[in-house]
């Protein structure tokens, strides 16, 4: 319905899956042999292969040396620790409170207890022992699991307890697949052994059975020394001691369905040999399963990394995103008295703080303070507003509040921690050099009180995997914080995070990596800020998003924009909630009748393009103090600036759009932002509407859809203080491919009702009652109904809790998005490609900067040079078939730019 230019969408939102949230353990790699024999074979196969019958000398381990060497009993108690301090900070109703405290450290407290398998033990050793042949340790775990569990009267009275931790336990690395799919990453059949393969495993646990009893008894003594831990034990939630019998038949029976307890059947549902069907029976809680299996990976990855500490949630009434002194304006004061409410407010009249006010005032709840999420269409706006959220949330004793979420985000970490690293003596040895930098982006190491807020990134200062850095580059260091950061952006452990809605749909999608995520939905608060932006398909995904967090999760919900078309009012009201409040300024309020009334902007209509146009108005260009140009593709961008230099060479100008690598694009964005504008010219595309906040005396701007014009003209005499006796604003011609941006009648449309303000100073309102024209009922049936009916009646998203399979997750965005919207892809020159090829080898981050968002067409690609064996590789782009430069970004030539087009 609400219409995206080709820049809304050119920052890779849909990379979801960069980052591997449940990858492997790093010593877990291969696949385990099948051998279809007969069962006596295979025992004699097992005899064979345990050649561990003495078992190991030395302390059970969970790490290898490198990997910092921990035990496995340490391992076992800090991942349960760090598994309960994550179930504190997310919300649970209280009726379910203590079952997922107890149920979630119970299973991370035994989740790697198949580790003591003699064959693990050596290959932690020597890595490449034959012995384990890539078997799962996870298997063993939950075997050790069921044998000893099952009888206990906890999960006696209730299975779904049983079922939750034995889950969390066997997928704490690989999830579950669906039956009849093979997606990547699950546990593959294969590596699910027969019964008969199951016995060689054992064996091998076998070997060191004393050693893991004398484990277990070493923890159950820690556990005593706790009153919460050590009521576990009394209450049968726990057993004293591990009985690791010769045969283990009642893993088979429970593999298949048949376990029996005290006359019961502790079925295994519809998990089965690594393949799960939905199935479920009634009195199942998907739901609580989930959360269980999310603490216990959570746990796994945070104890793994040296760290038990989530921060909690601040309470935001101990904070001011308003400079002292000043106050709030009454609209932005009013919001703060409604739950879920809409919110319609002029650009650069305090929509931010009236969004955080409105937070402030919700947050508080009977069972603690909401988890936030911030979300925004574009990944520029996205990191404005987490740098702007960073600035005035200090830290809670030592840690960030605040996470990005989105695909890039390791790489917007990665030059935080560069900014950061100015601040470092640079006539520092390389030596004390990366000890600085260690120290500058580590959080608190031992003691969490000690900590004097000043940290930065998401580590343990004694974390053992430092020590592989140590001597190398600061580069590769930060990557590594930078990569940390992101990941734990994905997990229990921000409670402010600034996303995209595609991040929120992929939880109730079930994308790769969304139960940590889900774990954050209870009783939420979401912000969805420029709700107008996205088409009538996104549009539909997010109320329908919106609508189950209401009503599933009791969340409340903001929905904020400059225009907010009655349509999408109505939308709103209709699908969301028909109670929901409308708020706007209030005419009746001097201070708010102020800004509704304040005019800003005077605009003349031209039939000229914007490159034709720039001559004419050179003398206006010449005396203006800033001049902002805004065409409607890369193209008219690059000629328009190409013009401005010929024709200003005194002037400073800069052309941005969306085809420069990452890495130029940060570094104009922060000239732009950072340095005043007197005396410059910016040319640039529609990267400019949602993202920076800039302030221009004149305006040449591209015709566009009346919505994306309100958001160009913010960018203009943006606080309205300069006087505006002619005009400041020129709407050009839309340009030669317009059309394949923007819906060609709503162009046509959008200038028939523009003519009426040609030549007229504008409230704030006469751009907004023209919209709701633009986007009438007789618009919508023709353009954006259908695909938005599909989308608000979505199944998987509305009925999310009565359909979630826990364990397992689903290539969604093919499903729900369509490859229309999948515009661009990230490419690497060709004459970049030694370089990125340097860097990534090495795992630096600062590889991504030389990624370019383009369009791109088969025959515009070659191969990577063979032998490159790291993932995830870019299309490289052919040299001849175009230039790149700082000034000018990625310019095609002229054949592949009309193809392109």
Not at 38 to 51: D, H, I, P, V
Not at 333 to 354: C, I, Y
Not at 600 to 611: A, N
Request: hydrophobic share 35%.
């Amino acid at each position: 319905m609400f219409m995206s230019g080709n820049d809304m969408f050119d920052d890779g939102i849909f990379g979801t899956e960069d980052i591997e949230l449940f990858d492997d353990d790093i010593f877990e790699a291969g696949e385990m042999e099948l051998f279809e024999v007969e069962e006596t074979k295979r025992e004699e196969e097992a005899k064979q292969e345990c050649k561990f019958e003495e078992g190991t000398k030395e302390p059970l381990m969970a790490k290898s040396k490198n990997r910092g060497g921990t035990d496995l009993v340490q391992h076992c108690i800090e991942a349960a620790s760090a598994a309960l301090t994550a179930a504190t900070r997310i919300i649970i109703e209280k009726n379910q409170q203590e079952d997922v405290y107890k149920c979630s450290f119970i299973g991370a407290l035994l989740h790697d207890l198949g580790k003591a398998a003699a064959g693990f033990q050596e290959m932690i050793k020597r890595q490449d022992h034959p012995s384990w042949q890539g078997r799962r340790h996870e298997i063993l775990s939950a075997a050790i699991f069921v044998h000893n569990f099952h009888r206990l009267p906890p999960y006696m009275e209730n299975p779904t307890r049983f079922l939750a931790i034995y889950l969390a336990i066997i997928t704490h690395h690989k999830p579950y697949r669906e039956k009849g799919t093979t997606w990547p990453n699950s546990i593959d059949e294969n590596q699910w052994p027969p019964y008969a393969q199951f016995k060689i495993m054992w064996k091998q646990l076998l070997c060191n059975k004393e050693l893991l009893q004398n484990d277990w008894k070493r923890i159950v003594r820690l556990l005593r020394e706790d009153a919460w831990t050590n009521q576990l034990i009394e209450e049968k939630w726990i057993p004293e001691t591990l009985d690791i019998p010769e045969k283990i038949e009642c893993f088979k029976d429970f593999i298949e369905g048949k376990l029996k307890g005290n006359g019961n059947t502790i079925p295994n549902y519809a998990y089965k040999r690594g393949i799960v069907e939905d199935n479920f029976p009634n009195g199942i809680d998907r739901f609580f399963i989930s959360i269980v299996r999310s603490l216990v990976t959570v746990g796994d990855h945070l104890s793994s990394g040296n760290n038990n500490y989530v921060p909690a949630t601040p309470d935001l009434s101990k904070y001011s995103i308003v400079p002292k002194g000043a106050s709030l304006r009454p609209f932005q004061q009013k919001v703060g008295n409604f739950g879920t409410v809409m919110l319609r407010a002029p650009t650069g009249s305090g929509k931010t703080e009236a969004a955080f006010n409105w937070l402030r005032c919700n947050q508080k709840n009977v069972e603690g303070f909401s988890r936030i999420f911030y979300v925004l269409p574009v990944q520029a706006s996205i990191n404005a507003m987490f740098e702007r959220f960073s600035r005035f949330l200090k830290f809670n004793k030592g840690y960030r509040l605040v996470g990005l979420h989105h695909s890039r985000a390791a790489n917007v970490y990665f030059h935080l921690l560069e900014l950061e690293l100015t601040n470092i003596g640079m006539k520092l040895t390389k030596k004390k050099q990366i000890k600085a930098v260690e120290q500058r982006v580590n959080e608190p190491p031992i003691s969490v009180d000690s900590q004097n807020g000043k940290t930065f990134s998401s580590f343990i200062l004694d974390n053992p995997e430092w020590k592989k850095f140590f001597g190398k580059k600061v580069g590769q260091v930060l990557s590594y914080a930078a990569s940390d950061m992101a990941r734990l952006a994905q997990e229990i452990f921000y409670p402010i995070k600034v996303t995209t809605p595609h991040q929120l749909l992929k939880v109730l999608m079930q994308g790769k990596g969304w139960e940590p995520t889900v774990c954050d939905f209870t009783k939420c608060l979401v912000v969805f800020d420029e709700i107008h932006s996205y088409d009538s398909n996104m549009t539909g995904l997010i109320l329908n998003l919106a609508k189950t967090l209401i009503r599933q999760f009791d969340a409340k919900v903001l929905f904020m924009s400059a225009t907010f078309p009655d349509m999408l009012k109505k939308l709103i009201l209709e699908h969301v909630d028909g109670n929901i409040k409308f708020l706007t300024p209030d005419r009746n309020d001097p201070i708010d009748k102020k800004f509704l009334e304040r005019k800003r902007h005077k605009i003349t209509i031209h039939k000229e393009t914007v490159h034709e146009l720039i001559p004419i108005l050179s003398k206006e260009i010449d005396r203006a103090e800033s001049t902002l140009i805004i065409c409607n593709t890369v193209r008219d961008a690059q000629q328009a600036y190409q013009t401005i230099k010929e024709m200003f060479p005194h002037k400073e100008a800069v052309l941005l759009h969306s085809r420069f690598k990452y890495g130029d694009r940060q570094k104009k964005e922060q000239r732009i932002i950072g340095q005043s504008n007197k005396g410059k010219i910016l040319v640039a595309t529609q990267v400019v509407e949602v993202s920076l906040d800039i302030d221009y005396e004149l305006g040449i701007i591209a015709l566009a859809p009346l919505d994306a014009l309100v958001q160009r003209l913010g960018r203009v005499n943006r606080a309205g203080k300069r006087p505006i006796a002619k005009p400041n604003v020129h709407i050009t011609h839309q340009g030669k491919f317009a059309h394949l941006i923007y819906d060609k009648n709503l162009l046509e449309k959008s200038l028939d009702l523009l003519t009426r303000l040609d030549g007229k100073e504008l409230t704030e309102n006469d751009l907004v009652d023209l919209i709701n024209e633009l986007y009438d009922e007789e618009f919508w049936k023709k353009t954006g109904e259908t695909t938005f009916n599909n989308a608000i009646n979505y199944g998987r998203i509305s009925n999310f809790k009565d359909t979630i399979i826990p364990g397992t997750y689903k290539p969604w965005i093919d499903q729900i998005i369509e490859s229309k919207e999948r515009t661009t892809v990230d490419v690497v020159l060709q004459t970049d490609w030694e370089m990125y090829s340097k860097l990534a080898k090495k795992g630096s981050l600062k590889a991504a900067d030389l990624l370019i968002p383009t369009y791109v067409k088969k025959n515009h690609i070659i191969s990577p040079p063979k032998g490159q064996k790291f993932r995830n590789l870019p299309p490289v782009l052919k040299s001849e078939i175009c230039d790149y430069s700082f000034e000018m970004g990625l310019t095609l030539k002229s054949s592949e730019e009309k193809e392109t087009q």
